[in-house]
């Protein structure tokens, strides 16, 4: 079965998101933005949500997990939640 680990940020808004996303382009650091910005209880862990399998996340989540290309940052990903930007570690 595959595997994969990511990180995301997740945001109230899409405004939001697009501003981190810019931030992220121009060099600032996934861990410490996703630790400043993101809701999500694994914001005190730079946006880790260690390694999980298909079904685990959210199926737009998923899509972008366990089908996008890794480490590059994706998103903004609109869930119930909220908006997510989304970088896959590894996948297997």
Same mark, same amino acid.
């Given at each position: 079965? $595959?595997?994969?680990?990511?990180? #995301? *940020?997740?945001? /109230?808004? +899409? %405004? %939001? $998101?697009?501003?981190?996303?810019? +931030?992220?382009?121009?060099?600032?650091?996934?861990?410490?933005? $996703? /630790?400043? #910005? @993101? @809701?999500?209880?694994?914001?005190?862990?730079?946006?880790?949500? !260690? %390694?999980?399998?298909?079904?685990?996340?959210?199926?737009?989540?998923? +899509? *972008?997990?366990?089908?996008?290309?890794?480490?590059?940052? #994706?998103?903004?990903?609109?869930?119930? $939640? !909220?908006? #997510?930007? *989304? %970088?896959? *570690?590894?996948?297997?």
């Amino acid at each position: 079965m $595959a595997r994969a680990c990511a990180r #995301h *940020i997740l945001v /109230k808004t +899409k %405004e %939001e $998101a697009l501003q981190l996303r810019k +931030k992220l382009a121009d060099g600032a650091d996934f861990g410490s933005l $996703a /630790k400043k #910005h @993101s @809701s999500c209880p694994s914001a005190k862990r730079g946006g880790d949500l !260690g %390694e999980f399998g298909p079904g685990t996340m959210l199926p737009a989540f998923d +899509k *972008i997990v366990f089908k996008m290309p890794v480490l590059k940052v #994706h998103g903004p990903i609109k869930t119930k $939640a !909220g908006f #997510h930007l *989304i %970088e896959t *570690i590894y996948r297997t």
